[in-house]
């Protein structure tokens, strides 16, 4: 799929295309492609790395357990997920659950991209060492470094790096320090900067791509 050919659809027209999308090996295993879901209007935007077994199966993203768990902090921090655009970097299963290639990420980016530009979100919370070393094209990325830190993403968009809640679900300490504590952290920065931005405050990045 080439970017070319999405300009000009609507989100429906371009979540149709990827749910027909043949072109590249992760369609040949899916059952369902996830195209992602959220209101087009969402100023906040969360992008995790692919879909899981339960999110293969229904269509919809992180509705397994990590799903849970993103929900749970979602709320924490004040938001309702419904209020929120959540989206993956590939939107078919890699099988076992792999990471995804560097390949099928490049074939997948044209889908992602335009939901980007037609959702405009004033910020992304990418989930996980996958989608924050893609959307920054950091091959050096470290989540465990730049986790909580503020990217400018494009000149309406800023991106904080998050942890992945299937990371999270590894590991049981909330102790300071432990990666709960620290998302916690990072969801308070990230609630706050929300608040400035849809308030109409301006912010200038820490740093850019
Ligand atoms: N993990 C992800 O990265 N995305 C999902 O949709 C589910 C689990």
């Known amino acids: 799929m080439k970017y070319t050919d999405l300009e000009g659809l609507s989100l429906s027209g371009v979540n149709e295309r990827i749910r027909a999308c043949v072109d590249c090996p992760l369609a040949v295993g899916r059952t369902m492609a996830v195209p992602g879901e959220g209101p ?15 999110e293969d199966q229904s269509g919809q993203p992180f509705v397994g357990k990590a799903g849970e768990l993103l929900g749970k902090i979602l709320q924490a921090a004040g ?99 432990s990666p709960k504590h620290q998302m916690w952290d990072d969801m308070k920065k990230l609630r706050k900067l929300y608040d400035e931005l849809t308030a109409g405050a301006k912010f200038t990045g820490e740093s850019s791509q």
């Open 40 to 54: 087009e209007s969402a100023a906040l935007m969360f992008i995790g790395e692919g879909p899981g077994a339960d």
């Open 79 to 177: 938001f309702e997920r419904s209020q929120v655009f959540i989206t993956n970097t590939v939107k078919c299963r890699p099988p076992n659950n792999r990471d995804p290639s560097k390949e099928e990420l490049d074939c997948c980016w044209p889908y992602l991209l335009r939901q980007i530009e037609l959702v405009k979100p004033r910020l992304i919370g990418s989930l996980g060492r996958i989608a924050g070393g893609y959307l920054l094209s950091s091959d050096k990325f470290s989540i465990t470094k730049e986790h909580g830190r503020i990217f400018s993403f494009s000149n309406d968009t800023l991106l904080m790096p998050l942890y992945h809640p299937s990371y999270l679900l590894r590991s049981d300490s909330r102790e300071k320090g």
